[in-house]
Every structure is written in C-alpha cells, then in structure tokens.
C-alpha cells in the first residue's frame, strides 16, 4: 500500500505540497490515502482515556437508539464534537483537510461524525461501500468522488485488534467483483485512513481481549446526505457540545453550513437511551 508520511510538513504550506499530491493522487486512482503522523501520539490517546471514559456505554454488546449495529459486536455511535473531539486538529486537521478540499470541494462539508466500536470478538464484516452509487448508470463510477470517510483509530488498527481492510480501485467498478483482493494496512495511533464513500471495504475481526474504537468523519460535497447510514431516528450525524460551533475557526467554517438542521443537536441528546 502506499504510504505517505505527514511528518514535518508545515499545516500552511499544504496545498501544493509534493506529498499531498501524492496522497489525492493515491485517493483519485486507488480510492484511499493513508496518511502517517498527522497527530502527535499522546493526542490520540488521551481522546482514547477520554473515550474510554465518557462513552464506557458504548462498549458493550448493546445496540441503542442512538448507535448502530453495523455487524456482528461492531457498532456505529455518536461522538460529541466536545471535549478533545472539539480540537480542529481531529475534526478538521490540517492533512485530511488538504486532501478532502482537493478531492472533493474547498467547501466540503462535516457530514457527520462519529465512533465505529468494534468489541473483542467482533467479526469480519461483508466488503461494501459507504454509500449506493449517485446514479443507476455505469457514469456513477468514472465520476470523482461526492463523499470520503476519514478514519481515525484510537489504537493501532493491525492484525490482532483488526483494521478496515480495502480493496483498492474498487472504487471505479461497474459491478462487485467476488475475486477482488483486499489490503489490510496496518495503521498506527496517529495516523488516519481515507477511502472514498465508493470504494469496498470491511471492517476485519478483533481478535484482541479489548475493544478498538475508530473515530469516523464523512466529508461531503455539501449537497450530499449519507442516505443508508442514519436510518434510525435516534440516530444523529453531528452532535455538538456547548459553545463549539462559536470557537470553529475560520479555516473550518465551511464545514458546517447548516449548523440549525435537524440533524445537527448539541450535547445534551449524547446520553440519551
Ligand atoms: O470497523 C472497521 O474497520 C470498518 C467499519 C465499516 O466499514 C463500517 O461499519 O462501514
């Protein structure tokens, strides 16, 4: 797989940047960038103590109204842009923002964010893409991308706790192909996965004794709506805490044009059974 290592590029110059290029590159061919030291490790894992902490709800082999089985002791949950998560370095970071604005739009917008909890035990989901194709014709697949998932994992995605295995290029076909040959990369705290919303994927088993949270952001060109990922009502794409939307900073405003949507709630819904 290809790699490319984020370290010592300054967050300023990004745009033309040899190694961005070659990251939206990666992401416009093969459907994915994995881009290595994009935050500081003790970052990543005091979001991981203060997950651990504040979601402890989440780790356990219980759907609620607000999370969703997405296969067997994996689920997708809420995560409140509060706390550690408010950082713009997490929900906006500077790399993932240079290949997001280059591959999708410079007003890309956060379409939601969120946690996919895979517990000890977990097990191998089905390959499938985020999201069904734009349109029922073959065009759907030669397009450039409308939606990427940028994965953040709060322990190292490997072997042992599993990772989100991808089959590159998978992103362009017309139709599923059964002898398709995913790659498994291992991605280490501090280093963050994006794959385009077309691209076939699955989540591998967790065959550790602990749970491995991986911190989602969908990015979307801003007429976008994930429509097979929300089907529940309790569900919710974004989930602020107090005060966050006035402390964004100016480079991310655009990620959220519709602050007062309905599916925008603040913290206080975080808990709810
Ligand atoms: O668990 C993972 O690594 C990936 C999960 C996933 O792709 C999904 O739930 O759609």
Redesign the pocket.
């Known amino acids: 797989m290809i790699r490319i290592d984020c370290a010592g590029l300054a967050p300023e110059t990004l745009a033309g940047c040899e190694q961005i290029r070659h990251a939206c590159d990666c992401f416009i061919r093969h459907g994915y960038a994995l881009l290595d030291h994009i935050l500081p490790d003790a970052m990543v894992q005091a979001l991981r103590h203060e997950f651990e902490k504040n979601y402890a709800h989440y780790l356990q082999e219980h759907e609620r109204l607000e999370s969703l089985r997405?296969?067997g002791r994996?689920f997708?949950v809420p995560v409140a842009l509060s706390g550690g998560f408010a950082n713009p370095l997490v929900y906006a970071n500077p790399f993932v923002m240079a290949v997001v604005q280059a591959v999708l739009d410079a007003d890309a917008i956060l379409e939601a964010f969120g946690a996919?909890v895979?517990l000890s035990g977990?097990e191998a989901?089905r390959l499938?893409p985020?999201g069904p194709p734009l349109f029922n014709a073959d065009i759907s697949a030669l397009l450039p991308a409308h939606a990427l998932?940028f994965?953040l994992p709060l322990i190292e995605?490997n072997e042992q706790h599993?990772?989100?295995a991808i089959v590159p290029g998978s992103h362009r076909w017309q139709q599923p192909q059964d002898d398709a040959r995913a790659a498994m990369p291992v991605v280490p705290v501090g280093s963050g996965l994006l794959w385009d919303f077309r691209l076939h994927?699955?989540?591998?088993p967790n065959l550790s004794s602990q749970a491995?949270p991986?911190i989602y952001a969908t990015y979307a060109r801003d007429w976008y709506r994930d429509p097979v990922?929300f089907r529940k009502s309790g569900q919710r794409r974004l989930v602020f805490g107090p005060g966050f939307l006035e402390h964004v900073p100016s480079r991310a405003r655009a990620l959220f044009p519709s602050a007062a949507d309905d599916d925008a709630t603040t913290d206080t819904n975080r808990n709810q059974t």
């Open positions: 997405v296969s994996r997708m996919i895979s977990s989901q499938h985020d998932t994965a995605m599993g990772t989100t994927h699955s989540g591998t491995r991986m990922n």
